[in-house]
C-alpha cells in the first residue's frame, strides 16, 4: 500500500502514473465528496450517524408510521442542499471524467451537487435518488425542486417563528393530483436502488476489465456499492481511497498496488487533476 500525505510525493506521482495508463477506471462516491461544500457525512466528528439511527429513519416503514419525522429530517437536508454549491473536489471529479473515456462514476449521494458540475452525464450513475425531486406516495406525479419556494413545508423549517411549534400531518407535502403525501425522491433501505442503475453497473463492470477503483468520501459499507468494490478487486482492480478519516474499513486490506489518501477531498482531487495535467 502506498499511503500519501502532503509529503509522500513518490506515492502521488505512482498514482498519477498507473491512473494515466489505466483503460477503464470505476469511481464510488459518497458523502464526503459534499462535506466541503458544508453538508454533513454519515459518520465522523460531525457526522449524523452520531445523533440518529439512519436505518430506522430512511425507510417506508418509518415514513408510513411516522412521516412528520422523517419529512423534518430530509427537509432539512434538502434545505442545506439546496444552499450548497459544488466544490473543488467536484469540479475536479467532473474533469477527470471528461478527461478519462474508460471512466464511471457511481454516485451514491443525494444532494445534487455532482450532477451542477459539467461531469458528463453518459459516465454517471446516481443510484441513491435525489432530494431535488418529490414524488407521491400514491400515483404518478414527481417534481423537481430548485428552491424552498417549490416545497412550502421547507419554508417552515427555515422560519424561525415556526420552530416553536411542532410540525404536523398537514403540513407535510400533499399531491396536487391525488392529495396523498409527497415523500423525498430519494432510495430508502429495502428499496430497489434507481431504476436501471444496477443493470448497467453489472453490465459495465462485466463488459472489460477494470484497472483502478477509486472511493472517494465513501466508507463503502452499504450493498451493492461494496459488493461492486469487491467484484473488481477480485478480478485484479488496484483500489485508490480518499477519505478524511484514517479509519477507513478496507485500509487494512489494502496492498502494494493500492493507495490510501488520507485528508482533504478537495485538495486531493484537484492535487491528483494537476499532476495528470503536467
Known amino acids: 500500500m502506498d499511503g500519501a500525505d502532503t509529503g509522500d510525493d513518490s506515492a502521488w506521482s505512482a498514482f498519477a502514473d498507473f491512473l ?4 477503464r477506471v470505476l469511481c464510488l462516491v459518497g458523502a464526503g465528496l459534499s462535506a466541503p461544500s458544508g453538508l454533513a457525512t454519515w459518520r465522523g466528528t460531525n457526522g449524523l450517524w452520531n445523533d440518529i439511527n439512519l436505518r430506522e429513519l430512511a425507510s417506508p416503514n418509518k415514513f408510513k408510521e411516522d412521516p412528520v419525522t422523517v419529512w423534518s429530517f430530509y427537509g432539512e437536508r434538502l434545505l442545506k442542499s439546496l444552499a450548497a454549491q459544488p466544490n473543488a473536489a467536484h469540479h475536479a ?34 443510484i ?24 412550502p413545508f421547507l419554508l417552515s423549517l427555515s422560519n424561525a417563528n415556526h420552530q416553536s411549534r411542532s410540525a404536523t400531518l398537514s403540513d407535510l407535502p400533499h399531491c396536487p393530483k391525488c392529495t396523498n403525501l409527497l415523500r423525498p425522491g430519494v432510495v430508502w433501505f429495502g428499496e430497489r436502488l434507481a431504476a436501471g442503475a444496477p443493470d448497467r453497473i453489472d453490465e459495465w463492470i462485466s463488459e472489460e476489465g477494470i484497472d483502478l477503483v477509486i472511493a472517494a468520501g465513501t466508507s463503502l459499507e452499504v450493498f451493492p456499492a461494496a459488493e461492486w468494490v469487491h467484484t ?33 477531498i478537495a485538495v486531493i482531487l484537484p492535487r491528483i487533476l494537476d499532476l495528470l495535467k503536467r
Open 232 to 264: 473488481a478487486r477480485a478480478c485484479g482492480a488496484s483500489l485508490a481511497i480518499i477519505d478524511a478519516e484514517n479509519d477507513h474499513r478496507l485500509v487494512e486490506e489494502l496492498s502494494d498496488n493500492d493507495w490510501f489518501f488520507q485528508g482533504d
Open 20 to 23: 494515466d495508463a489505466s483503460s
Open 128 to 151: 441513491h435518488g435525489t432530494l431535488k425531486v418529490v414524488r407521491c406516495t400514491t400515483c404518478d406525479y414527481n417534481t423537481n425542486v430548485h428552491k424552498p419556494h417549490d416545497v
Open 93 to 126: 471529479l467532473a474533469a477527470l471524467a471528461r478527461w478519462h473515456e474508460g471512466w464511471l462514476t457511481i454516485n451514491q449521494n443525494v444532494d445534487g451537487l455532482l450532477e451542477q458540475t459539467d461531469h458528463p452525464v453518459s459516465r454517471l450513475l446516481g
